[in-house]
């Protein structure tokens, strides 16, 4: 489990579940689902465009990342957000569809940007993640007041001249950066759950955005590690352990936050009648 050749996959997974822990925590604090999902499975119709002309499918990635972030965030204030995604996302798709039809060797790259292939991570692919990676997570700290003000109080940002529809595009910007960055090294399939799962059970333990960002960076961790170690063990895809692992995180979430809420609701039936008698 820990051979030589494994050192590739434990390192991008540690970086890709950092990024997605930080990214993600956001995601789901603006509820920007639907453009995580839209945004890494598009884009891979990049790479496919990339590869048709002899270019590094990364460059293909990058670019079409870019243009959904900015199409998603432009387009997004003059109309409803959601459709606007999902018209980024299909249109994407069908221009993938296009341009994969001209080829008959990218198969096995399909699969990999779909699905990943984090068990054979190369030393070149190290790099060019970590660089991305410390982009994304420089930004995410520059960001991090507005996007917690915009995220929580929009019209007290909007009041102290802040731009919330700037701030969503520079996010959007952020996302596209990080789906680039982890698309090659764990699919695009891997990368969305990887950013929704971790951080929604870590917004279950806290209500405090510091100590939940560093929950989802810690669950996300645990997730991909955990997944690593079981897809090396049984031979099964990443995917399923990362799948099975986040929603049993949030599952475990949602019931400590019941429970959290039945013990205040019962602490509050108690003091009441102790107030009452006090007056």
Do not use: K
């Not at 496919?48 to 079409?64: K, S």
């Not at 972030?69 to 996302?89: E, H, K, N, P």
């Not at 929580?152 to 789906?179: K, Y």
Request: hydrophobic fraction near 55%; glycine fraction near 12%.
């Amino acid at each position: 489990m820990f051979a030589g050749f494994m050192a590739n996959a434990w390192l991008a997974g540690t970086i890709v579940a950092i990024v997605a822990g930080v990214v993600g925590f956001f995601v789901v604090l603006r509820g920007a689902a639907f453009p995580a999902h839209a945004i890494p499975n598009g884009a891979f119709a990049g790479a496919a465009g990339a590869n048709l002309i002899g270019l590094n499918p990364l460059v293909g990635l990058g670019v079409f990342s870019l243009a959904a972030a900015l199409g998603i965030g432009t387009l997004g204030r003059r109309g409803r957000s959601d459709a606007v995604t999902a018209l980024a996302l299909v249109t994407m798709l069908a221009l993938g569809a296009a341009l994969l039809s001209q080829s008959t060797e990218y198969e096995p790259q399909i699969f990999s940007l779909l699905f990943g292939e984090i068990l054979g991570v190369s030393t070149s692919q190290i790099i060019p993640v970590a660089i991305l990676a410390v982009v994304c997570v420089t930004a995410i700290g520059l960001l991090y007041r507005r996007l917690l003000l915009t995220s929580l109080a929009p019209e007290i940002a909007a009041a102290r001249g802040v731009r919330p529809q700037v701030v969503d595009t520079m996010f959007l910007i952020v996302l596209a950066c990080s789906t680039t960055m982890t698309v090659p090294v764990v699919g695009a399939f891997l990368i969305f759950t990887l950013m929704i799962g971790p951080p929604a059970a870590a917004r279950c333990f806290s209500d405090r955005p510091g100590p939940a960002l560093g929950g989802s960076v810690v669950i996300a961790l645990l997730t991909l590690w955990a997944a690593i170690a079981c897809s090396y063990q049984t031979n099964w895809p990443v995917g399923f352990y990362v799948g099975v692992f986040s929603a049993t995180w949030y599952g475990v979430g949602r019931a400590y936050l019941a429970s959290r809420r039945g013990r205040d609701a019962t602490t509050s039936l108690v003091r009441a009648p102790t107030a009452s008698g006090s007056l």
